[in-house]
């Protein structure tokens, strides 16, 4: 065996058939195998420290040591992560698929430890032979590999499926609270406006002159704007201001006026505003008028209760929009905030009681190109992983920067952290820390390939008990929609 690499314009250096024979991957194979591999194959040799193969190059050629030791690496979210080292005389690395039509690119990179030697057979031999020679390993071959393909297929649009029911079943849950206080308020609405027009009768039956009739409408558009204007006050302000009022009441004797006293203070109403509507419509009047104008205050009260509901149920309509981009162009100039919220608002009803949601928003970030809906489901995977950390207590945080001419989203949680030795695993289709049952390991795997194939961005880690943040980095000017 000859041990110098081929130089520019020289015979490559070859092993001979017996020599491959000696290697354990090729030591079943008939004396016409080995001749095939003998012509096509040949002898390279690395320094050590040299990269043999780089991640991400055309895989052109699969590679047998000879002798040496080499080590196996993977770029894991920016880092250089070692797989293995071997000094095995026979281990193989490179175009190791090229069988299956799956050796565009190097799966990872090897280097050189110390001076080693290589059998080099190119890929497309490699693959003519493996092809000719093991039919029904190749037929064996070929399910496992597409059969792999098609279940991470299946399961990972069964996960989309399951998160879209988990989330549409919180937005439904969302939106029941408003559509039922809309409810219950448009039927105490009804009932008011009927007694209203029943105490207005009361306060009309010609014992109120024209004049006096004037100034108690002038009232009832006062109360009616401080409704609109009154501010919350605390729980001790309320009862004490009830209170007065009630007294009030008790002195003028009116028939259960403290039911009246809530309705009034929640409308910023005091004993002046009282006394006004007391001379304007005289003592004997005077029940019959405050509760008219009472019944007025409370439907104003309901009319804004039932303004808000709608609003609130509006807003999740939106936010349900923003975050499917059903109705927009897949590709599109998008403000990262407004998809982020959109997906905050989506996950609201499963943020445990104990989790406390922090935006740190950098608002002066330029909108950007992006497949929105698709960014949508990595802030989905995100925020649904940090809030499995927390399942009773913590704080989620959610926060954009402009970071070496990328935007920056940060997802960060309080939870226990991630350890050390998974870390580095975490972005592998179907690996999950999780429970037998409870995670498909896909959902790292699928963020990973839209911010990083589709949109030719970066997501990384760092995890420490505690502090646990993952970071999406995506470009900010490309012209064209990225492909992947």
Sequence with gaps: MTTDGPTAGAEPQRLTEDELRTLFLFESLDAEQLAFLASQGRVERRAGGELV????????????????????????????????RTSQRGAYGGATQAYVGDARQYRNSMW??????????????????????????MHLLDGMFIGMRDTQTLVGERERLLALGSLSAGLTHELNNPASAAVRATSSLRERIA??????????????????LHALVGLQEEAVERVAKAAPLSALAASDAEDALTDWFDEQGFTSGWQLAETLVSAGLDVDWLE???????????????????????????????ADAAIRISTLVGAAKQYSQLDRAPYQVVDVHELLDATLVMFKAKVPAGVRVVREYDRSLPAIPAYAAELNQVWSNL???????????????????????????DIADTGPGIAAEVRPRIF?????????????????????????????????????????????????????????
């Design 53 to 84: 193969y780089g991640e991400s190059d055309p895989a052109e050629c699969f590679f047998v040591l000879l002798d040496g030791t080499v080590r196996l690496c993977r770029t894991v979210h920016g880092d250089e992560v070692e797989i293995s």
């Design 112 to 137: 050189a430890l110390t001076d080693s030697e290589f059998f080099v057979l190119p890929a497309e031999q490699f693959a003519h032979a493996v092809r000719s020679w093991f039919p029904m390993a």
């Design 195 to 212: 007694a209203m027009r029943h105490k207005l009768a009361l306060i009309a039956d010609g014992r109120i002159d024209g004049r006096r």
């Design 276 to 306: 006004r509507v007391q001379a304007a419509v005289g003592p004997e009047d005077v029940e019959a008028a405050v509760r008219w104008l009472t019944y007025a205050v409370e439907t104003e009260l309901l009319m804004a209760e039932i």
């Design 383 to 409: 925020i649904d992983n940090a809030l499995g950390a927390m399942p009773d207590s913590g704080t989620l945080t959610v926060r954009t920067a402009l970071v070496n001419d990328q935007l920056a989203v």
């Design 428 to 484: 592998e289709p179907f690996f999950t820390t999780k429970p037998v049952g409870e995670g498909t390991g896909l959902g790292l795997d699928i963020s990973y390939r839209i911010v990083v194939n589709k949109h030719h961005g970066d997501i990384r880690v760092t995890s420490t008990p505690g502090d646990t943040v993952f970071r999406v980095l995506l470009p900010t000017d490309l012209a064209q929609p990225p492909t992947g």
